[in-house]
């Protein structure tokens, strides 16, 4: 990268950190997440007095069986470090990280695509709004974003530029972040899938993935077994996975009575199981044993939901922020499936369309024609480069990966963030291309 390059990159990584600062003074307060971030913060509590990965319940300390130890040990050193109990300093290192991420995207698309495009890419990537909202979050999301950016970055250089031992790099990365977020367990799958289109040979991908997950499950294997130790279960992820099944169903209109809301959940399997903990073994065991009934009970109900769950993960609008600031608390989506159990996405829209117009159009219009936008001019990018194909395929291998791996269980906005920015790359591609038909120089070389 010469002199006038690295201006342009850091010009986009001041304007990334304005705009991520801005977030964080405007929506600091924000309670978003606010259930998740109380979590956190008890967990960031506990391991800064020295009482070791632990939360309180009735009174008692136990270990902490819901939470990853990622982001409460960031938090707790943070606290460590500046001698007090305050958020906002690993809020400040999180934005500076979001900021750092345009040079890992300037190197990915520059990898794929010409200087021009990776520069725009990065500019894409510094105004992509569900990122900015969750850099400012107190949330594991957003350290998961960063470390999965950095290890695709890692993978891309091993393949494509043919770095020797930078797909070891990036299992290590992948294996790290799943002390945050346990979602990219199986992306060194898609990403072996890409190399081997990409390098046509099937042995070298698969040797590569085999030892790939050999390496993160060495590194979660001490987390495996301490939970072993503690609850009897060979954990290695976030311990959420059947209560996000069920309540995923819950994002259509069921025959089962699966509702969309933590708290109607909870008071479900309260009643059934008076006095049962929250974020207890026993929870997501009654959990587990609901959704395997109502697969067993409804196959065809779940078959054709999942069409119906990809569309809404590729055109759902993302959210615009802290939605209550817009709106206010009653005219959340939360607050709607919390009081109309069994109603859809799509009944909340109406019912917003009805109840709160301006609302409507900030929450659901606006952010659904910018992922419109994106998602046809990603496609329209992804058109344009055919002839390299097998490139192409090798990119989206973790957009993919992100959106069809949430298909059978359940899906958010910031479960995609750390995938979607080949979105934003093809997108940045079509941009390019538009831009050259309309000044008539139709020969302007996109691919490297």
């Not at 991520?20 to 971030?37: M, Q, T």
């Not at 994002?251 to 006095?275: C, I, M």
């Not at 044993?289 to 078959?303: D, L």
């Amino acid at each position: 990268m010469n002199k006038k390059d690295f201006i342009i990159l850091f010009i986009i990584f001041l304007i990334t950190l304005c705009l991520r600062g801005a977030a964080l003074h405007y929506l600091y307060n924000s309670d978003f997440f606010s259930g998740i971030r109380v979590g956190l913060d008890a967990s960031a509590h506990n391991l800064f007095i020295g009482n070791g990965f632990k939360r309180v319940v009735q009174g008692e300390l136990v270990p902490d069986f819901q939470q990853l130890p990622g982001y409460p040990f960031l938090l707790a050193i943070t606290y460590k470090i500046f001698g007090h109990e305050n958020d906002i300093y690993l809020r400040i290192i999180q934005i500076l990280l979001s900021s750092l991420s345009v040079f890992l995207i300037f190197g990915i698309a520059r990898r794929f695509f010409n200087k021009t495009t990776a520069f725009l890419s990065s500019f894409l990537w510094a105004i992509w709004l569900p990122e900015i909202r969750l850099s400012v979050a107190v949330l594991y999301d957003t350290s998961a974003v960063f470390l999965t950016l950095l290890a695709c970055y890692l993978f891309f250089k091993s393949v494509v530029d043919n770095k020797k031992y930078f797909w070891i790099y990036a299992a290590i990365i992948i294996g790290i972040s799943l002390y945050f977020r346990s979602d990219s367990l199986l992306l060194p799958l898609f990403l072996g899938i890409g190399s081997w289109i990409y390098q046509r040979d099937w042995k070298v991908a698969l040797g590569k993935t085999l030892t790939m997950f050999l390496i993160i499950f060495t590194i979660l294997f001490p987390w495996g077994i301490r939970n072993y130790l503690v609850f009897h279960t060979f954990s290695f992820s976030r311990a959420t996975l059947w209560q996000s099944m069920w309540e995923g169903f819950g994002e259509f209109k069921n025959p089962f009575g699966a509702v969309l809301s933590d708290t109607v959940t909870y008071e479900q399997v309260a009643q059934e199981y008076p006095g049962i903990d929250y974020a207890s073994p026993q929870y997501q065991n009654v959990l587990k044993t609901k959704v395997i009934q109502a697969i067993k009970t409804h196959p065809g109900w779940y078959i054709l939901m999942m069409p119906k769950r990809l569309i809404s993960i590729i055109f759902m609008p993302r959210g615009m922020g802290s939605i209550e600031r817009i709106l206010g608390k009653s005219f959340t989506r939360q607050s709607f499936f919390d009081h109309n159990p069994g109603s859809s996405n799509l009944d909340y829209a109406k019912w917003l369309m009805r109840n709160n117009l301006k609302g409507f159009l900030l929450v659901v219009v606006m952010p659904a024609l910018i992922q419109c936008f994106f998602v046809f001019a990603a496609a329209l990018g992804f058109w344009f480069t055919k002839k390299q194909w097998r490139k192409n395929l090798l990119l989206i291998s973790p957009l993919l990966y992100f959106y069809l791996s949430h298909v059978p269980i359940y899906w958010e906005a910031r479960y995609l963030v750390p995938g979607e920015f080949p979105l934003l790359i093809f997108s940045a591609v079509a941009i390019m291309q538009l831009v050259a038909i309309y000044k008539n120089k139709c020969n302007i070389k996109l691919i490297n």
